[in-house]
């Protein structure tokens, strides 16, 4: 049974930095790790991904603000986000992949004031 514990959500104003940190229990051998963010009121989507192999993926909303980074042996990623906007208010969720199946944690919620 895989589990995710995300941490490092919290509030932040406008222009700050948050890290996030999501550590995977459970797990054989992770094929993707990231996560994904749900707003008030809209669907799941994309926020960044990271490989094993260390290949990166972004959404444009996010790109060039965040980098998602990746421990292998501590089953560990982290996604730094600076210069937050309040629309980058959600519940964060960490997300894996591992022989073909999605795992997902709990969530943890950033709010950016404005």
């Known amino acids: 049974q895989v589990q995710l514990v995300e941490s490092g959500g919290g509030l932040v104003q406008a222009g700050g930095s948050l890290r996030l940190s999501c550590a995977a229990s459970g797990a054989l051998k992770i094929d993707v790790m990231g996560w994904y963010r749900q707003a008030l009121g809209k669907e799941r989507e994309l926020v960044a991904l990271i490989s094993r192999g260390g290949s990166t993926n972004y959404a444009d909303s996010v790109k060039g603000r965040s980098t998602i980074s990746g421990d292998n042996a501590k089953n560990t990623v982290y996604l730094q986000m600076n210069s937050l906007k309040p629309e980058d208010t959600a519940v964060y969720y960490c997300?894996?992949?591992?022989?073909?199946?999605?795992?997902w944690g709990q969530g943890t919620q950033v709010t950016v004031s404005s």
């Open positions: 997300y894996l992949t591992q022989f073909g199946v999605r795992s």
